[in-house]
Structures are given as structure tokens and as C-alpha cells.
């Protein structure tokens, strides 16, 4: 293939520089919230003791949600055997492991001791912790997809299938304990269940269809979809519609089993996001943007346009980064103890992230975005058994 | 010491006698040398429980809190380094070395009772003052109490003041409905 054009075509075009441009400045944006935090220490976190997960660990949950999303919409065509959805393989894989890498490197600014982090969880493990487990599988699950990827790109698709079922498996596997690390909590009624591990691997699955929509509309931004490329993207869009329509039936179950009968705990946690503190996040970008304008959009066009499908994935993308938010925090607004100095009239404890916080999470999706235009200059990302038709243009040019 | 027999150190708390001073809370900090950092550093606690009672004859209510170092202990089973960790006799510690700060145990626990404390880089609790009461003397905060809230002892020696305590009186513990079985009893 002809790297040179291939590299003209993705990056240098302005559409890509101004991407490059974008990212930069939300790296350095998050290196400036970094060295704050290195000098200042937690001070300049707005975390604490009685909240003491901010928006840092929801971010990271949205990446790793959105790294299992993409490992498993990708795993239909080369674990699964779905022939159309193997031209989706290496881009999403690719974009699984930065997903997964900015999701590790925004925690590892939450984490107190990261470093440490690294060497107990090997010589005094908890196999009691779920967040143990979680830690691990994700370990696991990235080895699993560095080296699937690996296979991808030497084009040994049947290797690749094995480490792409072993990082499916993982994959699951993680994603289900990053739920129970929520769910386990006996302490936090509304976090507290079964709901939250399954949730996760649905929202995991709308997630991924989103990304999956968005990278491929910038990858045909200024060239012609090649038509395998439009079909299966319309088939994602499909799915995509699908699983918004649990997903809103799993959250509106959730709602209700929340309110009804107003269980202690569960009650004034859902009304925080109802009516609360985080209503205008709740409503405008979890509900609206996050679920019932992509759902319609895509339901009323049949998924047939794909301008549709991306706008539709694009608001989706917004609106779930909220509803990550929306967990971690409403599950802590119910304080432990009701005359905490920070509970307010409401009865709810307070939280608001800190610019060196926002910081931060802007940073970590520079990363994210940074690590794929890199990956976009050093490999060829398109499924090699279904070229472009540009590049098929060219070979018969060639030829 | 090994076929000694296994303590259980529990505190009876009478919140009828509490009068607020926060002597507790002074003696714990100057017994464990535990640094002023905020609002959020400190291991026990004084909630007001409001007033009872119709004017002339009204009380107000007080209720001195800490770790209740449960038995069935929801910040051990989180912690995914085993960083905290129950002694031979019951008491919940945090390893500062093993803490990584994930805050999950902050997140477990129904009393509010940790937090992170910036002078151990890690998250701190009430010990029991464990490294005083195998030296016989009682915790900081039960010794300095002026009005004597709050009682120490091991509840498997039939004969402590918190064994005779808890027979002879009505008691109840704090959220029994998440199940930790807190080794901190109320006098009802």
C-alpha cells in the first residue's frame, strides 16, 4: 500500500492537523492540571471525605467502558465470525488500547500511591476486593488486546481471533468487577446490586457502536466510503439503536425501583439526579443527549444515513461521559452520617470538580486522541482484505 | 502468648452522658500525634442529635461516634492490597506502607469513620489506641472523658466492665441493617 498517500490523506490534511492541534492543547492542559496537583498535592482536588470519588474516577470509568465497548463490538467480526465486521477490527482495537491507556493514566492522578499500586497488588492481593480483580483482568485485558492487535497488523487473523476471544473473555470479565466494585458496597444502597455489573457491559456495547460510528466518519471524512465499509456501518448503526433501547429501559427500570416506595438510601440518591444538585446533568446530557436523541434520530432514519448515525453517536458520546459522572457522584451525595458540616438543606452532601480536575480529564482525552492520530501516521488501520476504494483506485492505477 | 486466649476489645458508649467538650477528640489527636489538616483529619467524632423534651425540661442529645471495627468488616474485604486488615483480637488497622489511596474503604464504610489523612500518606482510622491497651492503660479517649461516656474492655472476659455493662443494661449499635456487627455499643 502507499504509506506516503495514506499518511497525506489521514493526518496532514487540515482536518487532521486541526485534530493534532486540538489534542496538543488539551494534553498540555492536563500537564498543567498534573503539575498542580504534583506540587499542591490533593489540596487542589475538590474530592473529599465524604466524597472521595470525583469526576477523575468517572472518566476513568468512561474509557474503560469505552474500551471494553469497542473490544466487544469488534470481536462480532473477528472473534464471532460476522464476515462485515471484521473491517472494523483494527481501528476499534486500536482505539480500545488508548481508550484503555488515557483511562490508566487519568487514574493513576487519582490514585494516591499508583507506583504502589503496581507492586502490592502482586505480593499482598486481595481476592476478597473486587477492585482487586478489576486491576488485574484489566491487565490482563490489555496484554491480551496489545497482542491481538500484534496479529492484526502482521495480518495472522487466526492468532488474532484466539487473543481477541481471550481479551473478549477479559475483557467481560473486568468490566463486570469494575461494576462490583460499585455493587458490592452494602454501604451505598443505590450503588448496591447486581444492576451495576450487568449495566456496565451493556453501556460498554452502546459505547463502543458510538466510537466505532465516530472513527470511521473521521476516517471517510474526505473521501468516499468504500460500500462494505457503509454497510457495515449501517449494521453498527442498527445495533447501536438497539442497545440504546435497553439502555433506556434498563435506566428507566432503574428510576423507578429507585423512587418507588422511596427505599432509604436508593431514594435520595435518584433524587439528586431526578431533581436535585445534578439535574440539568441528569436530564439534558444523560437522558437527552446521552440516550433519547441518538435513539430517535437513528430510529426515525432507520439507520440509513450515516451523517445521522454519527451525529447520533456524537451526542451519545457527550451524554454518556455525563452519565459516568452522574453514577460516581449521586452514589455519594447520601451522606454516612446526616450531620456532616457539608450536608446542605437538602440533606445531600456537595461535590463540584476543580479546574485542575477538569484539567486533568481534558488531558487524559488529549492523550486518547493524541495516541490515535499516532497510530493513524505509523500503521494502516483499514481492514486489509477490504481496501479502500481509493486505494484500490490506485492499485488498478498502478496496475 | 500463643495459647492466650483470644481478646475482644469493645467500647460501650453511654451518649447520655456525653456533654460535647470534644475532650475525645483532643486526646486523640495529641495521643496519636495526628496533624490539624482541615476539616476532613480526625479519627472520632461528636454528632448532635438534636433536642428532646418540652420547654423548661429540655435536653439536648449528643453521640460520640468513631470506627466501630466490625466484625464483619466491609473496608477489609474492599481493600485490594490488604492494606487494612484485622488483628488476632479484632481490632481494624491500616498497613500506611500497603495503602495506595484507591479510597474504596472510605466509599465501604456505613459510619463514615475514614479518611485520608495527608501526614501517612494514607488512610487513617481510630486503632483502638492498640498501642496502648496491651500496656494496660485504656484508649485516649475513654482515659480523658470527664463524664465517663465511654467504656473499654474485652467482652470474652466475663468479668469486664463492658461485659457486666452490656448484661446488665439495654443496648443497640449503630445501622445494624448493613450487617458489619460494630464491636461499638450504645447504651440505649
Redesign the interface.
Known amino acids: 500500500m502507499n504509506h506516503t498517500a495514506f499518511k497525506e490523506r489521514i493526518v496532514f490534511t487540515p482536518g487532521g492537523k486541526l485534530w493534532g492541534v486540538l489534542a496538543g492543547f488539551l494534553l498540555i492542559l492536563g500537564l498543567v492540571g498534573l503539575f498542580n496537583y504534583l506540587i499542591h498535592g490533593v489540596e487542589v482536588y475538590n474530592v473529599h471525605r465524604q466524597v472521595p470519588w470525583g469526576i477523575q474516577i468517572s472518566t476513568y470509568v468512561f474509557f474503560v467502558v469505552s474500551s471494553t465497548g469497542l473490544c466487544l463490538v469488534s470481536s462480532l467480526g473477528h472473534v464471532f465470525g460476522i464476515k462485515s465486521f471484521e473491517v472494523i477490527g483494527k481501528r476499534a482495537i486500536a482505539m480500545a488500547i488508548f481508550t484503555i491507556l488515557a483511562g490508566f493514566a487519568v487514574i493513576a492522578t487519582e490514585i494516591g500511591h499508583p507506583l504502589r499500586m503496581l507492586v502490592y497488588n502482586i505480593i499482598s492481593p486481595n481476592l476478597h476486593a473486587a477492585i482487586w480483580w478489576m486491576g488485574t483482568l484489566y491487565g490482563i485485558y490489555l496484554v491480551c488486546i496489545l497482542i491481538e492487535f500484534w496479529f492484526m497488523m502482521r495480518g495472522d487473523h487466526r492468532f488474532a481471533g484466539y487473543l481477541g476471544l481471550a481479551g473478549f473473555i477479559a475483557g467481560v470479565a473486568a468490566h463486570s468487577n469494575l461494576g462490583a466494585v460499585f455493587g458490592f458496597l452494602d454501604a451505598r444502597p443505590w450503588w448496591h446490586g447486581p444492576f451495576l455489573p450487568i449495566y456496565f457491559i451493556l453501556s460498554a456495547a452502546v459505547t463502543g457502536c458510538a466510537i466505532v460510528l465516530l472513527l470511521f466518519a473521521h476516517r471517510y471524512y474526505r473521501e468516499k466510503m468504500p460500500r462494505n465499509v457503509e454497510e457495515t456501518m449501517h449494521a453498527i448503526g442498527k445495533l447501536f439503536c438497539l442497545l440504546l433501547g435497553i439502555l433506556i429501559f434498563f435506566e428507566i427500570w432503574k428510576v423507578l425501583t429507585s423512587i418507588y416506595g422511596a427505599p432509604p438510601g436508593k431514594y435520595e440518591a435518584m433524587m439528586a439526579l431526578v431533581a436535585g444538585p445534578l439535574s440539568t446533568s441528569f436530564w439534558l446530557f444523560e437522558v437527552l443527549l446521552g440516550m433519547l436523541i441518538p435513539f430517535a434520530l437513528i430510529l426515525f432514519t432507520k439507520a440509513r444515513s450515516f451523517s445521522i448515525n454519527v451525529l447520533a453517536a456524537a451526542s451519545a458520546i457527550v451524554g454518556i461521559f455525563f452519565m459516568r459522572y452522574n453514577l460516581v457522584v449521586a452514589g455519594q451525595l447520601v451522606p454516612m452520617r446526616p450531620d456532616v458540616h457539608r450536608v446542605g438543606p437538602d440533606g445531600l452532601l456537595s461535590y463540584f470538580p476543580s479546574p485542575t480536575e477538569i484539567g486533568i480529564v481534558l488531558g487524559g482525552i488529549g492523550l486518547c486522541l493524541l495516541m490515535y492520530i499516532a497510530a493513524n501516521l505509523l500503521f494502516n488501520l483499514d481492514d486489509e482484505e477490504h481496501p479502500s476504494e481509493v486505494e484500490s483506485l490506485q492499485t488498478n492505477s498502478c496496475s | 502468648m500463643a495459647n492466650e486466649k483470644k481478646k475482644r476489645w469493645v467500647m460501650v458508649i453511654d451518649p447520655s452522658r456525653c456533654i460535647d467538650c470534644k475532650a475525645c477528640d483532643v486526646a486523640c489527636k495529641r495521643e496519636n500525634s495526628l496533624v490539624l489538616e482541615g ?2 483529619s480526625y479519627r472520632n467524632w461528636i ?3 438534636g433536642i428532646e423534651g418540652t420547654y423548661p425540661r429540655l435536653k439536648q442529645k449528643f453521640e460520640p ?1 468513631q470506627c466501630q471495627h466490625c466484625s464483619n468488616t ?1 473496608c477489609e ?7 487494612t486488615y484485622k488483628t488476632r483480637d479484632g481490632i481494624v488497622r491500616v498497613d500506611y506502607k ?7 474503604c ?7 469513620a475514614r ?2 489523612q ?1 501526614q501517612f ?2 488512610i487513617d482510622k481510630c486503632t483502638f489506641c492498640e498501642h496502648r491497651i496491651y500496656e494496660g492503660k485504656l484508649p485516649a479517649c475513654v482515659d480523658t472523658c470527664p463524664t465517663k461516656v465511654r467504656v473499654f474492655g474485652d467482652l470474652n472476659d466475663p468479668q469486664s466492665e463492658v461485659s457486666k455493662l452490656l448484661a446488665a443494661r439495654h443496648w443497640r449499635v449503630l445501622k445494624p441493617e ?3 456487627r460494630p464491636n461499638l455499643y450504645y447504651i440505649a
Open positions: 476539616r476532613d454528632s448532635s442529635k461516634s466491609p474485604h474492599v481493600c485490594p492490597t490488604r492494606a500497603r495503602c495506595i489511596l484507591c479510597k474504596t472510605i466509599t465501604a464504610c456505613p459510619y463514615d479518611f485520608e495527608h500518606k494514607a448493613v450487617g458489619t
